[in-house]
Every structure is written in C-alpha cells, then in structure tokens.
C-alpha cells in the first residue's frame, strides 16, 4: 500500500490539528497502521497505531490528547491531535503492515512521506 501524509502546518500551543494518512490500493483495510514522528536531533517515534482489527497503542506522551480514527471507506487514517505542545513538533510518518507488529517496531514494508507539526510557544 502506499500512503501520503498531510495536514501538518504551524499552530500555537494548546491549539489542535489534525493529521491524514491516505493510503492507495484494495488492502488498505487489512493493514495495521502507525503514526511516528521525528523531531530534530532525536530518534524517530512511534506516537499511536492502530491494527486491522482496531485495537490502539499510543505513546504515554500523547495518550489522553491525541487520537486516532481509521476510515477503511475512504482509505484515510486520521490522527487528531489537540492541547499540543512544543514538544510535540516533529516531521509526522504514517506506516503500514499486515502485520501489527512490524508498524510497532518501525519495521513496516510502507512509509509514507512526513508531514511537519510545528508548535509554537
């Protein structure tokens, strides 16, 4: 599957935004998929994923304000994002595997490119 990210921009702390994953192709719907992010001088992240059959796992640092919400009829992920900080600027990933596991770890077959959250303080 491919996917392509957006919906990044700046926006002030506290505000939200909110992130899409489209993805391509038929097997959408049975792909586990993930949103990492990567802020500057720093490894990449897993924030929140979402298997095929709808269970989550989120970062500790995000759980409670951010939020995932998958549309197989459209092909889209959203990862809605509010009370953001300036910790939470990073270039956003989605991913996606058959496998939940792979998308867990980062080592899912797709990738899409990222998408720039900047908050500012």
């Known amino acids: 599957v491919q996917l392509q990210a957006f919906g990044g921009g700046l926006v002030q702390a506290g505000g939200s935004l909110r992130l899409s994953c489209a993805g391509s192709?038929?097997?959408?719907?049975?792909?586990?998929i993930g949103w990492y992010r990567q802020a500057p001088g720093k490894q990449r992240e897993l924030v929140a994923a979402v298997s095929s059959g709808g269970s989550t796992n989120y970062a500790d640092s995000v759980k409670g304000r951010f939020t995932l919400h998958r549309d197989n009829a459209k092909n889209i992920l959203y990862l809605h994002m509010h009370s953001l900080k300036p910790e939470d600027t990073a270039v956003y990933y989605c991913?996606?595997?058959?496998?939940?596991?792979?998308?867990?770890?980062?080592?899912?077959?797709?990738w899409g490119q990222g998408t720039l959250v900047t908050v500012s303080s």
């Open positions: 991913n996606a595997d058959e496998h939940y596991h792979a998308v867990l770890t980062g080592s899912a077959g797709s």
């Open positions: 192709g038929s097997t959408f719907a049975i792909n586990a």
